[in-house]
């Protein structure tokens, strides 16, 4: 059984992700490992509004913000399969370390194309509306990203466990998941 990682849309954030001052395009949502050529430089998160306390797991623009105790959770429960860029949040009062751009390398082609009910534009998926999983497609993975719908990220339940109790992180089920919700 799988669930899907998301943070809290009920937390008000604004800002984003840029590297040397430039906004970042959403490359860190997309699956895929990043080249050691495209290892990102001067990476920092630009936060105009937010909570006092930050929460471990965040969404700016597509790219999944956490915070270095939610990527040890996930370390500790056997994820092997992420990238951590360590990227300061600067506050208009403060800066704020210990957090940083998460980036899972695992992009599956499992969505029940059949039984999934969804809206397509350009070829692609665009909107979910009752999701469904082929999971004899999954493997051994813990955490990934589903090809077609890259800005999920799904999570085994043998995982989610380790996640309680961090801040911003919920994890519904991924069977019959929809994102009206965050709409």
Request: proline share 7%.
């Amino acid at each position: 059984m799988f669930q899907v990682l998301e943070d809290d849309i009920g937390i008000h954030m604004i800002g984003s992700v840029v590297e040397e001052d430039i906004p970042l395009r959403v490359k860190y949502a997309n699956g895929q490992l990043i080249p050691a050529d495209e290892q990102p430089r001067g990476l920092k998160v630009v936060l105009e509004e937010g909570p006092d306390s930050l929460p471990d797991l965040f969404v700016l623009g597509g790219n999944p913000i956490a915070s270095e105790r939610l990527v040890d959770a996930l370390k500790h429960a056997g994820v092997h399969n992420i990238e951590y860029f360590p990227a300061p949040i600067e506050r208009p009062d403060e800066t704020v370390t210990g957090y940083g751009i998460l980036n899972i390398v695992g992009l599956v082609d499992c969505i029940d194309r059949r039984k999934s009910q969804y809206t397509s534009f350009a070829g692609q998926m665009f909107r979910m509306q009752h999701l469904e999983l082929d999971e004899s497609a999954i493997g051994d993975l813990l955490l990934f990203r589903p090809a077609g719908y890259t800005l999920l990220m799904l999570i085994h339940e043998s995982v989610a466990g380790a996640l309680a109790g961090l801040s911003g992180v919920l994890l519904p089920p991924a069977t019959g998941w929809s994102d009206s919700h965050r709409f």
